[in-house]
């Protein structure tokens, strides 16, 4: 049951240096995102997919971009990193419906995170 | 402003006690979901209300989904430090199924 599974676990990286965040899933799911998670933030919605080729920003998208070719993949790619994208981030899917996230319910399955930080 | 309000933001207690935490809105959500994150860890799902006045239970754990749904409140009865984490409410609101909105959470621990 492998579920989400997001590669690496954890990252250095220098500022200005450009790196992708890999996320794969093996349900099915039609509806993958990103969130990145800060102290006293929360979870922020960084982009998603409602399939593949279908990708759209959510509420903090600047300095990110994703692709989505295949159901399976999701991968995040930092640009040019910034101190201010020092965060744990969250690769989430959830099954296919109608309306947000698979359904109107929204249920979402999370990896297990990312931790990454910029010098 | 949140659009979602956890309270209380921290709760330290001992194990075998009881305790309450509470998701508060001004605003109406067709669903509503409750998840646990562990440190180190992403969110885990525990529960989904979606009826006004619905009442769940999941071993300890006993949610409740406010008749206005409009609030959510999470029992645990007996705390053991296995369910020391972040708990964090997530839900839909009603005509904007569009975005998931998060609380910030309550951190909990028990301590044996």
């Known amino acids: 049951n492998a579920g989400v599974t997001q590669t690496p676990k954890f990252q250095v990286l220098k500022t200005g240096q450009s790196m992708t965040l890999q996320c794969a899933q093996d349900?099915?799911?039609?509806?993958m995102s990103w969130y990145r998670q800060d102290p006293g933030m929360g979870l922020r919605l960084i982009h998603y997919?409602?399939?593949?080729?279908?990708?759209d920003q959510g509420e903090v998208p600047n300095g990110y971009n994703v692709s989505r070719s295949t159901t399976e993949d999701f991968p995040l790619r930092l640009l040019s990193a910034a101190p201010s994208q020092t965060s744990v981030y969250f690769c989430?899917?959830?099954?296919?419906?109608?309306?947000?996230?698979?359904?109107?319910?929204?249920?979402?399955?999370f990896g297990e995170g990312s931790r990454l930080t910029v010098l | 402003t949140q659009l979602l309000e956890q309270s209380p933001q921290f709760l330290s207690i001992q194990e075998g006690e009881n305790l309450t935490v509470y998701c508060n809105s001004s605003?109406?959500?067709?669903?509503l979901q409750w998840y646990r994150q562990e440190p180190g860890e992403g969110p885990v799902l525990l529960v989904t209300?979606?009826?006004g006045g619905e009442v769940k239970k999941l071993k300890r754990l006993t949610f409740q989904f406010g008749d206005a749904r409009k609030d959510s409140s999470l029992h645990i009865t007996a705390a053991q430090p296995g369910d020391t984490g972040l708990y964090l409410c997530a839900g839909v609101r009603a005509g904007n199924n569009r975005k998931l909105i998060w609380g910030l959470g309550t951190s909990l621990a028990v301590n044996p």
């Open positions: 997919s409602v399939g593949a080729g279908i990708t």
């Open positions: 605003s109406v959500f067709s669903s």
């Open positions: 349900m099915n799911h039609e509806y």
């Open positions: 989430a899917s959830s099954p296919p419906g109608p309306g947000l996230a698979g359904g109107r319910t929204g249920e979402l399955f």
């Open positions: 209300v979606v009826t």
